[in-house]
């Protein structure tokens, strides 16, 4: 297993609760991660299963009747959540980067892109106008923008989709972070843009040194650019494992249902796709026990009344799966 | 193929006028569709890929006459589409059918699922009030939905079963043809193979013929008898779906296969992209001659000034590229 | 791999929640809205059966007992004529009901009207239509009542007298129904623009919705288009917008009343009994006191119903 010394970001039993008519419902359950130095790990799991509100609860972004009930998240040793407001903001944009989804809504339409760049650097690493400007315009040219001395001046409207995903990603290693934390930045994008982007991540990656946590729904798009994968699914951790591990050989049912519901260019074309019947439980309605009992090919009584527990299954340690009928999967495989 | 065409579209061609600028003061057109002449076939399943912006979701649209055509013209049991107004397109209406994006938003929030499916049953009178009822549960079996589903509204369905609904709904008119316009691009990856293989089970059933938008390729190639690629309001290439995936001829198709990232890691770190660079341009002024030239790696000095002929570069295989040879 | 077939669902099934029924499950956590709610409900039961339900006429005069303080004979005193201020406040409930619901009933028709006509049929309709509202929304509300009813009110007063005269028809001796007249009318002149505007920008919005195109290419006709699409789903904002413009049309009646330009004695409307109340509210304030009271209770408890309905039909993110 990966040294506790090693890990940059280290979350452990990480609990949140929402607010509803009916009381308190648990939305992401006891979730275990961790993401090494110059690591980049990959989050994966359908919408509402809580891939980015575990994101958002490390910075205490939480939005309203969202809270974390329990747990704890360590950054560089120092736990976040029981932070300051003052240090928090401290880590926020400046040890840890983050990209969101939609470039259009989270940048401020009526704020140049240069100055949107700047204002983390005066910030955080207090600089002066002139000095964040050199380096707003170094930062772009760092995220392939041509023409950056003329681009500091547009509006985020006068640029294309690509074009403002790569602002979002500029000011989110403006401050050269350890951590990027990427939610979904290209799934607004088109096939062509998306490979840039990825591209351009791999690159920075190697050239910043930094970690990465990217968080996607696409099994496909992270295959060459994560070290290890996270699968979650209704809020829980359901595998853990080295990315050519888990897309070799998948353990639990729900990553083994997802990969073979991928079609792949490589195979040879069938009429019917593989599929996982069913749908995953609303976020705060999850059934008892585990929670992918009611899809699975798998489930036995224990399933429907008993929470697996995320254990190692490989002899390092390094592949954990979360279910109770893991050696029969590896049996029907 | 010895199969006949259902629809013939003859050099379609789509122009939205927009206004720009804070006032509105300059006028400007948007090239959405651009010339696009393609048959489809009865019982195939057609697909159209594309970045956004190729103009593949206008092409469904101005074929069910949802957008009027600027000109060019829709074929369908010898009468021309695009001529009708809405009145005499109603009958139509019935046999061409199209699902939504999103089913999130298409259906009408105050209504149940029983009535959303009901209402076109009603309304083209294809079943008595007596009768509407069965006709209902029977549509939701076949879309794999329980029949007590009927008394449900939509803001209580997760988004396959919404669109599950919504195939019902299309269904209930009894259609020949259906545009599925990016039908699963909005749902879960494991909803999304559910919801292909009911489409598939229906056309086996119904006989259907569909025209299925969408931008990933590996889906496409599971599932289509034909594949056209489209860039900027003009069709690139249309073949076979074996000849288009294994024989790309288009430059713009073989970096649209290219760019699917693929669940390998292996082969997804050693492979060698050929990324496009730049983007996309605008609809509103779209380049001269070949309208891919700015981003193409093969082009030449021709490719600035003639806009290439849509011609069989094979037996049924059609590209539009000077720098492919006729036959 | 093969499909694996969808189990029953683990949970419970409920009965189906439509939006209305969701927005009512909303309003009724609200304590404010309901607390609204139970004012106005009350207040309307008042305006409806009060008259029959109080132990005096509100035109009783009964000179030994004027200027009274509350007691138990006469709940709010008595006034300088010795009517009972209870039974004038409770009569004067109804003259406030009446005017709003009937003021706003007529402007929303008017702005349903020219709103969806505007919105669905766009232009020219929708640039006459729009000039019309913003004109009307320039002109100085007071200024527009009080030229009404001294260009009107007069002649018409007089027109009516003589057609008396003339015919002994007792339907012209009766000239109290003049005054609603007037006031509804020149209410609902300067009430409609908002309505028609709201109206306007819902029908616009629904228009484009895909749920519009989906019911097109399904090949419904307009009208059903119109009736189960576009209608049904314009109504929330429209509601809340009712119970904000029921308390403010009280509120008008009350200050036309108030000024002499409304409602006038001896027909009791909260809006002059205020205006009587205030000459003397040194020595009595109670006379002051009870109208005023029930006018800002009716005020704040419309204004507290129309925000709670607007929470409950029209929920911003949290569900």
Redesign the interface.
Known sequence: MMKTENRLLDVKDLTIEIDTRSGPATIVDSIDLHVGKGETLGVVGESGCGKSLTMLSLMRLLPNKIRVAKGEAHFDDRDLQKMSNRELRKVRGGDIGFVFQDPMTSLNPVMRIGDQLAEPLIYHRGMSRKQARERAIELLRLVGIPGPEERIQAYPHELSGGMRQRVMIAIGLACEPKLLIADEPTTALDVTIQAQIIDLVKGLREKLGMSVVWITHDLALIAGLVDRVVVLYAGTVVEDAPVDELYANPRHPYTRGLLASIPKLSDAPASRLNSIGGTPPEPGRRPQGCPFAPRCPLAMDICRTHVPKLEPISAAGSHRAACFAVEKAREAA | MGAQPLLKIENLVKHFHVRLGAFGERAATVHALDDVSLDILEGETLSLVG??GCGKSTTGFTI?N?HRATSGKVLYKGEDLTALDEKR???F??DL??V?Q?PY????????VGEAVG??IL??KLATKAELDGKVAALLTDV?LPP?FA???P??L????RQRV?IA??LA?QPKFIVCDEAISAL???????I??LL?DLQEKYGLTYLFIA?D???V???STRVGVMYLGRLAELAS?DAL?ETPLHPYTK???????????????S?K?Q??QG??PSPLAPPSGCRFHTRCPIAMEVCRRVVPKWKDARPGHLVACHAVNGE | MSTVQAQPAPLAEEAPVSLWRDAWYRLKRNRLAIFGLCVIVLLAFVALFGPYLTPYDFLSQDLEARNQAPSLAHLFGTDDLGRDVFSRVVYGTRTAFLVAVVVTAIAIVIGTVLGAVAGFFGNPFDRVIMWLTDVTMSVPNLLLVVVINASLKTPIAQWMEARYLETLNPFYRETVWIDFLLVFGSMALISWPPYARLVRAQVLSIRSRPYITAAQALGLSNRIILTRYVIPNALGPLIVAVSAGLGTAMVLESAFSFLGVGVNPPTPSWGNMISDGLRVWQHYPHLLAAPAAVLGLASVAFSFLGDGLNDALNPRGAK
């Open positions: 970045e956004s069910l949802l397109m109603r009958p209406r019935r059918q199209i939504f999103d938003s298409t259906l009408n929030p105050r209504m149940t209402e076109p309304f083209h794999g007590r008394s449900r509204y803001h209580e997760s988004g396959g079963q919504v709904r299309a008119c879960d990856v494991s909803i999304q193979a559910q292909i293989n598939l931008h390729l590996a889906v190639r599971h599932i779906r995936f970096a649209l296969l290219s760019a699917v990232p693929e669940t390998d890691p292996e082969h997804e770190r492979r992209r990324i496009l983007d996309v």
